[in-house]
């Protein structure tokens, strides 16, 4: 039987303001989709970033909170420990989550807070018209590095997510991404994980996903997806990198 | 009226401590009291000291530069502090630690071996409460019953420390008296 | 329960359990430490939380976090680490949530000292963080009013869904006095299911809440605007609080101090007293609202030779003074800012040098 095209609950009707070839509405969508079949909508806050997805909230039907750059751990924080009933996620960017709320992010991390982090890693800093950022790859251009980004001068890009688990508190640390339908199923068991992870009150939880910015790349959207495969995939790699289950086991 | 009571010596010899007991003895015989403890540019060369302001009506500055009375447990603190005491204030010198005197034909000296009688009671650790008690006995700025009450208080989550202490109020009480 | 010996710091953390705030996050910071110290044993006690954030700007959306959630929160902190959280009180103040703040200020700019200070007054009253926001500042001068305001910041915050600062200084936050406590205040704010992202559940509502502060339409955030100017301009009405001293006399000067230093001026109005010169004083009690008019007729008043502002900064409140006194007397400021207080005997010599 065929399946029709259904919007999940948690979704809104409203049409989103993203560019064409963008992957956050395929993330929203994700997130809606596992927040319905965990019947949490009801009991779920989710924390925008600065950045594009800043109106993500207009996209949702849940409880929202909008965060200063950066600071959306320090939200969730807050939140999961005086309700540690919430569901919460922080929905944040690379210049949100890498640059300035680097702190925010790794001491959340590393005291377990139990809420779950959405990292939609682009390589620019979309909104303001695309910047280096910390994961911006070697060598590649943006606003701010016209000539490619020089390592020599601004270092190596940020792996969070093998950064993160380097931290000895346990934690569920995945990449993944949502360039081509095979990875999208893998990139939702990884959020519905996270968010398992979550309402079992386990363990801090971050699913970072390889993403696309073609209007800030100068790529048509097929193009993009392609450069992703070819420039960020060897670079970022998808995996599990810690889950609380083997950290237990030791 | 409003009496301020200076106590200073060197940090670890329970100061801020007999400062505390002081106020709160003032407290529970119904007056306003303040306590300030070494929290200025006094606090220099390990001195610790803390100023207890006792009076019958609402305290406005706690910040006194000539107080009434003077503990001094050691050197350091009666140099600095004796100069300052207003006449015919009370000054306690610790005379263990102490060879000077305060330089004052205006004020009431009393040398206490407050080190020398703690030690003979079983620990240099009392010694503060020797001074204190001198004090009292002396300057009669608050009732010594209320004070024994508050040093009972003060020691009863330490219970075995009590007799010490008590036998210390004791101590320091008659050597005020002896004078 | 009779009056108890308490240092302000932790009579400041034992009021806020007494306000029914069992929410504190905070970043350690002297001269008010224990407060956190207090806290640390005391939340758990009462089944509250308590957490020691990794910098003073996540504690300020940690606040925001647990504040937008409906939790009653608070947070103390001195001079340095308010800078750090002037960011999240902005988004706090336009997302309108009640988060009560506790400056125990101390010597700046910069490292500055740990001794006590007044210098934070336009940080507190004027800004701080970016944009058109208000705090309402609450100024006690004793442990005891600490206390009192503390129990009484949490209402404010959650009346006015706006953030209240209670400006102390390092000498209320380090001193012991007799505090007695009040009852418990109840637990939460009331209204809270109308703004709170608490979850749809908890609320049972169909409508889901959002905590914002962004508005990009310069119409929407015009409105915005105005909505938060009509609570600035309500509080301005309704808050106002001073303490009158010395008033009632034929007055030949008006002192205008608040906190610390207002002591000091109460002991050097008496000593003038003594000697047959009458010098009045307002306290203002709150610095936001500040009491313009209660300033302005006492200044009015015929035989006041003068209006001095005595502050521990190097003339802050004064530029309210003069804006209260419209003239009616020439405006005057003596202060320090370096972590001494001036003694009775000094302001009892200025006030003199000042009057006929």
């Known amino acids: 039987m065929a399946k029709t095209y259904k919007k999940p609950e948690a979704l809104s009707e409203q049409v989103t303001h993203y560019c064409p070839g963008c992957t956050h509405g395929v993330i929203h969508r994700l997130l809606a989709e596992v927040i319905d079949e965990l019947g949490i909508r009801g009991r779920t806050v989710g924390i925008a970033p600065v950045g594009c997805a800043v109106l993500a909230y207009n996209y949702f039907t849940f409880d929202f909170q909008e965060a200063a750059h950066g600071r959306a751990p320090a939200m969730a924080t807050g939140i999961k420990r005086v309700r540690p009933d919430l569901m919460v996620f922080t929905y944040q960017g690379d210049g949100d989550l890498a640059s300035i709320g680097m702190g925010e992010i790794i001491h959340a991390a590393n005291r377990g807070e139990k809420f779950t982090t959405i990292f939609v890693n682009n390589t620019v800093y979309g909104m303001t018209g695309g910047q280096m950022a910390p994961t911006t790859l070697k060598g590649q251009r943006t606003t701010t590095s016209p000539a490619g980004r020089d390592v020599e001068d601004v270092g190596m890009p940020v792996k969070m997510a093998e950064l993160i688990s380097a931290l000895e508190t346990p934690a569920y640390i995945t990449r993944q991404t949502v360039i081509k339908p095979k990875y999208i199923v893998r990139a939702k068991k990884a959020i519905k994980k996270a968010f398992q992870y979550q309402m079992d009150r386990r363990c801090f939880s971050l699913v970072e996903l390889v993403s696309t910015c073609p209007t800030n790349w100068g790529l048509t959207p097929v193009e993009a997806i392609k450069w992703t495969e070819e420039n960020m995939l060897p670079y970022f790699q998808l995996g599990e990198f810690k889950t609380p289950d083997e950290v237990e086991e030791d | 009226m409003q009496r301020e009571v200076m106590f200073a010596g060197f940090g670890g010899q329970g100061i801020l401590l007999i400062g505390n007991i002081l106020a709160h003895a003032a407290m529970e015989q119904g007056f306003e009291v303040a306590w300030v403890p070494s929290y200025g540019p006094e606090m220099r060369g390990g001195t610790a000291y803390c100023l207890v302001a006792i009076s019958d009506r609402p305290i406005g500055s706690p910040i006194i530069r000539n107080p009434m009375h003077l503990v001094a447990m050691n050197r350091p603190s009666l140099e600095k502090f004796a100069p300052m005491v207003k006449p015919n204030g009370v000054v306690v010198i610790n005379s263990s630690l102490i060879s000077i005197g305060a330089e004052r034909d205006d004020v009431d000296e009393l040398r206490v071996p407050a080190n020398d009688i703690a030690k003979d009671l079983g620990s240099t650790k009392v010694a503060n409460i020797v001074a204190l008690s001198a004090f009292v006995a002396r300057s009669n700025i608050v009732d010594f019953e209320v004070l024994r009450k508050c040093v009972q208080e003060q020691f009863a989550s330490r219970e075995k420390l009590i007799p010490i202490n008590m036998a210390a109020l004791d101590a320091g009480e008659k050597a005020a008296r002896l004078k | ?356």
Not at chain 3, 20 to 41: D, H, M
Not at chain 3, 185 to 202: F, V
Not at chain 3, 292 to 307: E, L, T, V
Not at chain 3, 338 to 344: A, F, L, Q
């Open chain 3, 1 to 356: 329960m009779g009056k108890i010996l308490m240092k302000g710091n932790e009579a400041i953390g034992e009021a806020a359990i007494r306000a029914g705030c069992l929410n504190y996050f905070a970043y350690p910071i002297t001269p008010q430490s224990e407060v956190a110290e207090y806290l640390s044993r005391r939340m758990p006690e009462v089944g509250g939380v308590f957490l020691q954030g990794e910098s003073e700007v996540a504690v300020g959306y940690m606040l925001f976090g647990a504040a937008g959630c409906g939790a009653r929160v608070l947070t103390t902190s001195s001079s340095p680490g308010i800078s750090l959280m002037s960011e999240a009180i902005s988004y706090i103040s336009s997302a309108e949530l009640p988060v009560v703040f506790v400056n125990i200020v101390r010597g700046g700019p910069g490292l500055g000292g740990i001794l006590p200070s007044q210098a934070d007054y336009f940080q507190a009253t004027k800004g701080g963080g970016h944009g058109d926001y208000r705090l309402l500042v609450l100024a006690p001068s004793g442990v005891q009013e600490a206390v009192d305001m503390v129990m009484m910041a949490f209402p404010l915050a959650e009346k006015y869904r706006n953030p209240v600062m209670i400006l102390g200084d390092g000498l209320i936050g380090q001193m012991m006095e007799p505090v007695e406590f009040s009852d418990h205040l109840k637990s939460e704010p009331s209204n809270k299911d109308d703004w709170a992202t608490n979850g749809m559940d908890t609320r049972n509502r169909k409508e889901r809440n959002l905590v914002k502060s962004l508005f990009l339409d310069a119409e929407l955030l015009e409105e915005h605007n105005l909505v938060l100017k009509a609570k600035y301009d309500r509080m301005k009405q309704e808050e106002v609080r001073y303490e009158p001293y010395n008033l009632e006399t034929d007055y030949r000067a008006l002192v205008v101090s608040y906190g610390t230093m207002s002591r000091v001026c109460k002991t050097a109005i008496d000593n003038m007293k003594a000697e047959g010169i009458e010098v009045a004083m307002i306290r203002p009690q709150t610095l936001f609202p500040f009491p313009i008019d209660p300033i302005r007729a006492a200044a009015a008043k015929d035989g006041c030779q003068a209006a001095i502002s005595i502050e521990l900064s190097m003339g802050q409140m004064v530029e309210d003074v003069e804006r209260s006194v419209q003239g009616k007397c020439p405006v005057h400021w003596h202060g320090k800012a370096g972590g001494e207080i001036p003694t009775p005997e000094e302001v009892v010599d200025v006030i003199k040098s000042l009057i006929k």
